[in-house]
């Protein structure tokens, strides 16, 4: 070997040379082998964990609801412009009214943050609105907690037809998931209210999912379960089915509080809040 081969050999950082082992966490064809699924399930539990910790954020307010519901101002933009145009106007109509729904859930995160904001101090932030960070009533919930000038955060997953994560989203606590139970534990470990807009699968899954765990007590704290829009959901979910059939029992229902009002839902949140939740700080199921 020359001279002018063995310098460039010496100087050559060695993780560059041909053949030089990697270690198994720093290789990305390991990393996202079938091998390294536990590995990739553990990431996704501990980053959320050490983020929150080093935010302080103690506990969070969650908000379900469809991704395809717009804020007003757009749906009457788009009804002018079908109107304009001579179009069908129906989808158009049914959009504007749908929008009522993203500016409740705008106002009410709004409220609760700007409630939460004014807490006496405990040492950490206390129920930060917390959403799936896509479109629709979960932008508007970040969008909401974000005018009021509090963190907020978003808990986004990776799918093929999902959209980048909405910029009402607090950077630090901004989240995006692979896995769908990994996700559904952080939405609901540090989680003491609920509520829930007019949705579709997604939304119906959390709120049948919270359901079955408050009903087996296999999550014992108290959690105020809200559904917003009892128009929506009266027409989509027909629980008192279930208990005319014995598939629940009466008392279930109660698991639930119907509203249509953004007063309410805030009375009856932050009453629930302060009567169970406010002395005890943190998550839990």
């Known amino acids: 070997m020359s001279q002018k081969d063995i310098k460039r050999v010496i100087e050559t950082p060695s993780e560059t040379l041909p053949g030089d082992p990697m270690e198994a966490y720093a290789n990305p064809e390991f990393m996202n082998s079938p091998t390294a699924r536990p590995l990739r399930i553990l990431a996704e539990y501990f ?3 050490e983020r929150f910790e080093e935010r302080e954020i103690n506990d969070t307010i969650l908000f379900f609801g469809s991704a395809r519901i717009a804020p007003r101002d757009k749906a009457e933009a788009t009804l002018e412009a079908a109107r304009v145009a001579g179009e069908d106007t129906a989808k158009a109509e049914r959009a504007l009214f749908m929008s009522q729904y993203y500016e409740a859930a705008r106002e009410l995160a709004r409220r609760l943050t700007e409630w939460s904001l004014n807490l006496e101090p405990c040492g950490g932030r206390r129920f930060v609105v917390c959403t799936g960070a896509g479109p629709g009533i979960m932008e508007a919930a970040n969008r909401g907690a974000h005018e009021a000038g509090g963190e907020t955060v978003g808990l ?7 959209e980048k994560n909405n ?13 769908f139970f990994t996700r559904k534990f952080w939405f609901l470990y540090p989680a003491k209210a ?3 807009m007019p949705g579709g699968f997604g939304t119906l899954d959390e709120l049948f999912e919270t359901l ?14 809200v559904l ?4 929506y959901w009266d027409k989509v979910l027909n629980l008192e089915a279930l208990v005319e059939f014995g598939a629940i029992n009466a008392a279930d229902l109660n698991l639930i509080h ?8 805030f009375t009856y949140i932050t009453d629930e809040l302060c009567k169970h939740a406010l002395p005890n700080p943190g998550p839990g199921m």
Request: no cysteine; net charge negative.
């Open 258 to 265: 119907r509203t249509d009002s953004v007063d309410e839902a």
């Open 156 to 162: 986004g997953i990776t799918l093929p037809m999902e």
């Open 194 to 196: 609920l509520v829930l």
């Open 167 to 179: 910029p009402y989203v607090t950077p630090d606590l901004n989240f995006e998931f692979h896995y």
């Open 212 to 225: 079955t765990l408050l009903q087996t007590r296999k999550m014992k704290k108290p959690l105020p379960v």
């Open 47 to 49: 980053q959320p964990k």
């Open 228 to 231: 917003f829009g009892t128009e």
